[in-house]
């Protein structure tokens, strides 16, 4: 294997995750292990617990974090809440919705789909009527994807609550936040989701290996009725006050205290400011992919303009676009690292992500060097994207 080239300078890491770690965290992870019986665990620990419970605005819920990534979590709540056969709900949105769908089915339960409208957010007529087919009452839970990281697209969580509720159904809310969690409000009694779930490297700004899960009361009351054998996952064995119990083994405590400060970040900046900054450094984004896409090539993938995410855009390209050649571009001369399409918009799309750790130099710099790669790459874009841009820095609140 050759080694990469050096590249010279801050590199630009504009995934929609993992995303960029601050040095805050970066230094906080730069510590030796603790031993079991260090008190620093167990602080550590609180801190994290404390943090998310924050975030989430409940005091109410159980908090469990796994040594696991997004995936991960998702095996949790199948795992808790689904008996062997039951059946889950699954709004598509993409990408995700459909590997939630099938890691669910791998398991062994059974998933009802809506069909996925490529370009648009959850369909809540959809989501009703399956919901008053299911007359027996079979569907425990729906899983909800809130922002869907390959479409850019974020769908209202509290007008699907609205219309779950709307149709009489008892099924649980499971709301994947793993892309928006730290991005924008996700505050679980408002939205009375009963479980939300996210992990480490997107919004909450640290390296990729943490999974984690709030859960309310009538979540764990039907994880308590479900006789599904469990063991690592089960909510049940980690209800303790024990930092070995509460990870069913060693906890990763140097992702541990990196996640702890940076929820100390977050509520340093505010968490509310947070999620503005979020909603401006998109903003400049999408003028910008605004601009390019005057030039007849590009285009948002997102087609209402309210349902994109403040934590990515998804650009389509054309036909025959080589997107991973924009990217190596991007990368290799330019010093950004872009995602591609997922699944079926691979090839399709490229990704700028703009969550977590950014700020208006960095947006700026990427979508500079965004578009000095389409231009070596050929693509037909608008010109002025980056004052309007910068405009839209300087003018938004
Ligand atoms: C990234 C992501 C996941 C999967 O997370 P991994 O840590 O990669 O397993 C799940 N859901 C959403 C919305 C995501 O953005």
Avoid at 17 to 24: K, L, R, Y
Avoid at 122 to 134: E, F, G, K, T
Avoid at 136 to 163: C, K, N, P, Q, Y
Avoid at 333 to 338: D, E, N, Q, S, Y
Wanted: hydrophobic share 45%.
């Amino acid at each position: 294997m050759t080694a990469s080239p050096r590249i010279p300078g801050r590199r630009f890491l504009q995934s929609p995750g993992p995303s960029p770690v601050p040095d805050e965290v970066l230094h906080a992870m730069a510590r030796q292990p603790m031993d079991m019986g260090d008190p620093r665990v167990d602080e550590t620990i609180a801190a994290c617990e404390a943090g998310l419970r924050r975030l989430l605005h409940t005091e109410t819920a159980d908090v469990f974090f796994y040594a696991t990534n997004g995936h991960g979590a998702w095996e949790v709540a199948v795992e808790n809440l689904l008996p062997p056969g039951a059946a889950v709900l699954i709004p598509g949105t993409g990408h995700f919705s459909e590997s939630w769908a099938v890691q669910t089915e791998a398991l062994g339960r059974r998933v009802v789909r809506t069909p996925w409208h490529p370009g648009w957010p959850i369909n809540l007529d959809d989501v009703a009527q399956a919901l008053r087919d299911d007359a027996a009452r079979e569907i425990v839970a729906v899983f909800a994807v809130h922002t869907d990281t390959a479409s850019g697209i974020t769908s209202d969580m509290a007008a699907l609550r609205a219309a779950i509720d709307a149709t009489g159904h008892p099924a649980l809310l499971v709301v994947d936040a793993v892309a928006s969690a730290g991005c924008t409000r996700v505050a679980m009694h408002e939205l009375r989701a009963d479980v939300v779930l996210g992990a480490s490297q997107k919004g909450l700004m640290t390296p990729p290996g943490v999974g984690w899960l709030a859960v309310d009361a009538q979540a764990a009351a039907v994880a308590a009725r479900n006789p599904a054998p469990r063991f690592y996952w089960d909510w049940r064995l980690r209800q303790s006050p024990l930092s070995y119990r509460k990870f069913c083994g060693t906890p990763p405590q140097t992702l541990m205290a990196g996640l702890a400060t940076a929820f100390g970040l977050i509520e340093l900046e505010g968490a509310e400011e947070v999620f503005a900054r979020h909603r401006r450094l998109s903003r400049a984004v999408q003028a910008a992919v605004g601009v390019w896409a005057e030039g007849g090539a590009l285009g948002f993938f997102a087609q209402d303009p309210a349902s994109r995410s403040v934590s990515v855009t998804s650009i389509s390209v054309p036909e025959g676009t080589d997107v991973d050649a924009l990217r190596a571009v991007a990368r290799n001369r330019f010093g950004v690292a872009l995602a591609g399409g997922l699944g079926p918009l691979q090839g399709k799309a490229f990704r700028i992500g703009h969550l977590g750790d950014s700020n208006a130099a960095t947006i700026l710099g990427c979508l500079g060097a965004v578009q000095a790669a389409l231009q070596v790459q050929g693509i037909p874009i608008g010109q002025g994207a980056l004052q309007r841009a910068v405009d839209s820095l300087v003018d938004g609140d």
